[in-house]
T-cell receptor, first 112, second 113 residues
Framework: KQEVTQIPAALSVPEGENLVLNCSFT??????LQWFRQDPGKGLTSLLL?????REQTSGRLNASLDKSSGRSTLYIAASQPGDSATYLC???????????FGTGTKLQVIP | EPEVTQTPSHQVTQMGQEVILRCVPI?????FYWYRQILGQKVEFLVS????????KSEIFDDQFSVERPDGSNFTLKIRSTKLEDSAMYFC???????????FGPGTRLLVL
């Protein structure tokens, strides 16, 4: 059974700082991995999708990497802004009919 | 950009009542999913649906739950007799092909009193 863990659970940084969020998963036989953003009481916004054959994906100030063999992914946020404050979820797509297993999330606060 | 929509956005119901949550998938998507998130907890997979039948379901998805595409467009989740512990945010997700991005709807917040 796939288990997804995110560290740290919460992170507070001053505006402008670069930061890294970590995600680890137990079963390396995955199809893809997605990073989502969730604002309080809101839905899920997909940020980046990395296929199992890829090593990284970039979108604007975001860069996600994937090391399937070690069961790890990182989300790098450059030059953080207060608007980046949210919970970031890692979700691994593996097995069966593409059900996605989510991590518990990292709650990010960027202080102006 | 096409998006997944869900109705209602919020629903309050009494324990034991039936509720139907609705999702309108992106038009050319073939794979459909329901997830739920109890307040403060992880997003959890409930069920996947393809070609008008359930592909896979989790242990949460018991006999009180059912899914269907009644008119070929809407995708619904029915809870026959709601319990207090069914209170959660329910997300619909759809996917064009397997191994592609799952697009999530905004969610329905269900409160069972």
């Amino acid at each position: 059974k796939q288990e997804v863990t995110q560290i740290p659970a919460a992170l507070s940084v001053p505006e402008g700082e670069n930061l890294v969020l970590n995600c680890s998963f137990t079963d390396s036989a995955i199809y893809n991995l997605q990073w989502f953003r969730q604002d309080p009481g809101k839905g899920l916004t997909s940020l980046l999708l990395i296929q199992s054959s890829q090593r990284e994906q970039t979108s604007g100030r975001l860069n996600a990497s994937l090391d399937k063999s070690s069961g790890r992914s990182t989300l790098y946020i450059a030059a953080s802004q207060p608007g980046d404050s949210a919970t970031y979820l890692c979700a691994v797509n593996s097995g069966g009919y593409q059900k996605v297993t989510f991590g518990t999330g990292t709650k990010l606060q960027v202080i102006p | 950009e096409p998006e997944v929509t869900q109705t209602p956005s919020h629903q309050v119901t009494q324990m034991g009542q039936e509720v139907i949550l609705r999702c309108v998938p992106i038009s050319n998507h073939l794979y459909f999913y329901w997830y739920r998130q109890i307040l403060g907890q992880k997003v959890e997979f409930l069920v996947s649906f393809y070609n008008n039948e359930i592909s896979e379901k989790s242990e949460i998805f018991d006999d009180q739950f059912s899914v269907e595409r009644p008119d070929g467009s809407n995708f619904t989740l029915k809870i026959r007799s709601t319990k207090l512990e069914d209170s959660a945010m329910y997300f619909c997700a759809t996917e064009r092909e397997r191994q592609e991005t799952q697009y999530f709807g905004p969610g329905t917040r269900l409160l069972v009193l």
